[in-house]
């Protein structure tokens, strides 16, 4: 099984410019979410779904976009990059009624 | 809103104990505990149910109180394996967000 699997895992931006980070999952899981890790800020939650078509906001939603079409992949996009932005993305899921989330290898972001 | 941890970072020599305390002003339902090692995922440790239950893993135990909104992480006679950041991640009334304290950083000296 892959579990949780992010793309790209190094990505530098210039400000101003438009990505998108990708995630998938192969383990069936209802629940995804988007987590940003910054020095002393613990992961801070940004958007999650609880199902295909369902999605919300979490922590720190601003300048991010989510949409969650089918159960398997849930992509982060960022509208306009700004190094605010600089950060390791946690990509995770999991399955409704259980607690554990996997995570995602991570993903990081340097906005210039 | 962010549950709080305590201590921000402990240091210990090896064999020695250590707890990491997690806090909430609103309700809690359950807790997650998860460690990281320097530049990898986050990794489920357990999860503590209402009822007050108390879990292990190893020399890894935890409490939960949900009446005084709180958890509990005890690490016994560490090991150098424990090195790490625990987080404590608390669920909502609907058990879908997960929302994450800032971390404990554990050091752990041989």
């Known amino acids: 099984n892959a579990g949780v699997t992010q793309t790209p895992k190094f990505q530098v931006l210039k400000t101003g410019q438009s990505m998108t980070l990708q995630c998938a999952q192969d383990m069936n899981h209802e629940y995804m979410s988007w987590y940003r890790q910054d020095p002393g800020m613990g992961l801070r939650l940004i958007h999650y779904?609880?199902?295909?078509?369902?999605?919300d906001q979490g922590e720190v939603p601003n300048g991010y976009n989510v949409s969650r079409s089918t159960t398997e992949d849930f992509p982060l996009r960022l509208l306009s990059a700004a190094p605010s932005q600089t950060s390791v993305y946690f990509c995770a899921s999991r399955a409704r009624g259980t607690g554990e989330l996997f995570f995602g290898e991570g993903s990081r972001l340097t906005v210039l | 809103q962010q549950p709080v941890q305590s201590p921000q970072a402990v240091i210990l020599r090896e064999g020695e104990d250590a707890v990491i305390n997690c806090s909430s002003s609103?309700?809690?339902?359950?807790v997650h505990w998860y460690r990281q090692k320097h530049g990898e995922a986050p990794v489920f440790l357990m999860i503590l149910l209402k009822g007050g239950e108390q879990k292990g893993h190893d020399k890894i135990s935890a409490s939960f109180n949900e009446k005084k909104q709180q958890s509990s992480l005890y690490l016994t006679a560490s090991q150098l394996s424990y090195s790490g950041t625990y987080f404590c991640?608390?669920?909502?009334?609907?058990?879908?967000?997960?929302?994450f304290g800032k971390g404990t950083r554990l050091h752990i000296l041989p």
């Open positions: 779904s609880v199902g295909a078509g369902i999605t």
């Open positions: 609103k309700a809690l339902y359950s």
């Open positions: 991640g608390t669920p909502g009334p609907r058990d879908d967000k997960i929302i």
